[in-house]
Structures are given as structure tokens and as C-alpha cells.
């Protein structure tokens, strides 16, 4: 009996040895990581992956009017007939291009699209036409004398500094030649910047019209493409 006892207390006293062993091995691993950390936050630059063009102002007054006969004769805010004209800017004496056209992103090209004009009461519209039955081109031809816009038809024109070409506006995207002084559309600016060019508008009017209206509205678009 007191053999067995005392082989008992060997057995305790062999686990609390080993316990006491595990216990220091445990707290003498390491030191757990305290204390405060910092940061630095990397900045990256990429090149553009889109094209975009912005026009500014959005709204625009046609003035500068000249033509018509008698008592349809333009004055110098409103637009005569047969065939007055007006215009947005001046590409002649004294020469003004209020329009500004910038394009932004990687290379391409400007296109530049009209609208019909229309009146104030939404009646019959003005349709665009191409003056002089111009080769090749989609639009209607002007009907009026010598290749002037006829009844209820309109002419509209860019015209911008330094670019001899002229761009006849259809309903259709064409190229702006305008915007290169080179005598095309492409775009090619910088990276990270932006191309510009000013240009203005030049509206001849119909030889007459059937909207008796006094209010007129013309919307031209431009827009960014691939250039291909």
C-alpha cells in the first residue's frame, strides 16, 4: 500500500514538472508586436483610353446679317431673304471664331454634324443642302438660283483661322477640316493635354420659307472618332 502511494506522488509530481517546463517555454517564445505603424500610398499615371471633344459656349447668336432684296432685306441681327446670310464670328475684316472646339485623349479625329433649323412653333423646318451641286456630295443639292438654297433649304459652313478648306455641314458625321490647320480633322495631341481650335459658323438662308416664325434654332455637333 504505501508502494502504490508513493509511485502516485512520482506520477503527480513528473506531470507538474512537465506542465512547469511547457508554462516557461511558452512565455519565453517572443515578445508579441506592439506599438504603432505607418503607410505610404502609391500614385499611378496612365495613358487616356478614350477620345472626348467639348464645345464651348453652348449657345451661340447668329449676327452679321447681310442679303435679301427690298423689303426682306437682312438687318444686322436677323436674317433676310432670298438667301441673306449671318453668321457666328467673323472670318473677315477684324476676324472673331467664338466657338472653341477641344478634343482630348489619344489620337483620332474631329467629325462635326448639322441639324435641320427649326422654327419657334416646330413647323416646317429648314433642310440642309449642298450649295452648287458640289461632286459627290450626300446631301440634297440647293435648288435656288445658282446653287443657292431654295425654299425652306439652308447652307451651313465652318470656317476657322488659318485652314483655307470650308466644311459644308450635313445631317451626316463628316470630317471637321476645320480643326487641323492642315486641312483635315486629325487630332493628335499631346499626352495628358488638349488640341483646340476656334472656329465660327456661316448660314446661308433659303430663298424663301413657309414658317412664318421669327425664332430660329440650328444645332451643330462635334464629335470625337477614331480617326480610321
Known sequence: MEARVRNTLFVIAG???????FSRHQTT???????DGGTTTGHLSVVPTVRSVTVSP?????GNCTGGDGATDSTQHALGYPNGECSVGNPGVNPSYPITVSYTGIPGAVYVTGANAVPADNGTH????????????SLPACTGFRGQPGTDQYTLITFAPGVANSTVLGTAAACDTEFDAGGGCV???????TQVQHEGLLLVGPKSWDDHST???????????SGS
Do not use: I
Not at 429648314?126 to 456630295?137: D, F, R, Y
Open 15 to 21: 506531470v507538474l514538472v512537465v506542465l512547469f517546463l
Open 29 to 35: 517564445a517572443g515578445p508579441s508586436a506592439t506599438g
Open 58 to 62: 453652348g449657345d451661340v447668336t447668329f
Open 126 to 137: 429648314w433642310a440642309l443642302c449642298t450649295p452648287n451641286q458640289q461632286p459627290g456630295a
Open 187 to 193: 487630332a493628335s495631341p499631346p499626352e495628358f493635354h
Open 215 to 225: 425664332s430660329w434654332t440650328v444645332n451643330v455637333t462635334w464629335t470625337a472618332a
